[in-house]
């Protein structure tokens, strides 16, 4: 992903943005400095933190900047003229500052001190890099949280969603500006909510550690999604992060009970359904399985990952007519994924069409010959010589 084009870094309201995206599950850690300064952290926040032994002095504050971030953002933002041209002024210097030479990191979930000395970032850093800054200079930023329908991303054979943060200002929808990265069409700009703060840094953790997860980091990646949830039980994806970290490491009662809280707040977290739906597989409650499975299909959900799942338990139970239906779904939902092209492959292949599946096996070699289905695929034609 890219910053804002040059010719439009920004768009003001009615319904658009700058949005930054933020990859739930699937990212990679890039080591670095945690960022110091005082967190403002509410009651209720504090009181939980300390009632799980966390020490509150103990948590990152990646909002915070250093003195020479202020002085660079004063000395390229006007004093005297009105607010918003200010914070216009101020994404369009980020952008085209040569002496910060940023450069998109998907997998790096930075500090602002981080992003600002490295010129790494995700979006999740930038708009905090953005918020902070606009802060330092009496200008009111706030977070958003947008969703769109087909931001999906997996860690082996758990689905999870990607949520987009991005920063805007203005008191109203009316007069509302919302940054935007070039993240597709189907952003619906009207649905982003303001989010606290304290959610943001909620989000930070639970980034942080989805990084550590896909590195295998079992330990870390439960301390900082322990922490994400203690800052903001409100947020499903936390809890589902969570329970992926406990799936891995075979506790699958909390597993269980963190995806159930997740569903408990966001009825249709498809994700949590999901990795619910595999965990119970995995403990061999089909039949529990089999209704969590029947609530998906009939869900209206557009994760073409849990058609692909839902097919490929149909073919474990010998149901083929289902097992098509599943990955067609899929495959409408996601036309350029070489995994819902390697699925229609087997399925043809299962059904005796090899012509097809051997079409099949090629448009997925075309879009990406090492996908792990798509090798799948084509070992299984070898084999029975198509």
């Known amino acids: 992903m890219s910053l804002p084009r040059k010719s439009r870094p920004w768009r003001s309201t009615g319904a658009v943005s700058a949005v930054a995206i933020m990859a739930v599950v699937i990212l990679a850690l890039a080591p670095a400095a945690a960022a110091t300064g005082t967190l403002a952290l509410d009651e209720d926040t504090l009181s939980r933190l300390r009632q799980a032994r966390v020490d509150p002095a103990t948590i990152t504050a990646p909002m915070a900047i250093e003195p020479a971030m202020k002085a660079w953002a ?12 200010r914070l216009k002024r101020l994404l369009r210097e980020l952008y085209e500052a040569d002496d910060l030479n940023f450069e998109y990191q998907e997998g790096y979930t930075a500090t602002v001190a981080e992003t600002f000395a490295t010129g790494r970032y995700n979006c999740l850093s930038f708009s905090m890099l953005y918020v902070a ?9 706030f977070y958003l949280s947008i969703q769109r329908d087909q931001d999906f991303r997996r860690v082996g054979d758990l689905v999870v969603l990607t949520r987009h943060i991005t920063a805007g200002y203005g ?5 509302r500006t919302i940054l935007e990265f070039d993240v597709g069409p189907d952003v619906d700009y009207a649905a982003a909510e303001p989010i606290t703060d304290r959610e943001a840094l909620a989000l930070f953790y639970s980034n942080r550690g989805a990084e550590l997860l896909r590195e295998e980091k079992f330990d870390a990646a439960e301390e900082n999604l322990r922490t994400a949830v203690l800052l903001a039980p409100e947020i499903a994806q936390t809890w589902v992060n969570l329970g992926v970290v406990y799936r891995r490491v075979d506790r699958f009662d909390e597993a269980r009970e963190a995806y159930e809280k997740a569903i408990s707040l966001e009825r249709d977290n498809v994700a949590a359904y999901q990795n619910l739906v595999i965990l119970l597989r995995r ?44 990955y ?8 350029y994924e070489a995994e819902t092209h390697a699925a229609m492959g087997l399925w043809s292949m299962l059904i005796g069409k090899h012509d097809r599946a051997r079409r099949w096996m090629r448009s997925a070699q075309d879009l990406d010959p090492e996908n792990a289905r798509t090798r799948r695929l084509a070992a299984r034609l070898e084999a029975r010589g198509l």
Not at 74 to 85: I, K, L, N
Not at 328 to 335: E, I, S, V
Request: net charge negative; charged share 30%.
């Open 74 to 85: 004063e000395e390229r933002v006007q004093r005297g003229a009105p607010d918003p041209v």
């Open 133 to 141: 800054l606009a802060r330092s200079l009496g200008l009111e930023a």
């Open 171 to 175: 008191s109203n929808f009316v007069d």
């Open 283 to 326: 403990q061999g409650k089909d039949d529990a399985a089999a209704e969590l499975i029947d609530v998906l299909d009939n869900f209206g959900n557009r994760n073409p990952f849990t058609f692909l799942a839902l097919g490929d338990f149909s073919l474990e139970d010998g149901k083929l007519t289902e097992a098509g239906r599943f």
């Open 328 to 335: 067609r779904k899929a495959h409408r939902l996601a036309r």
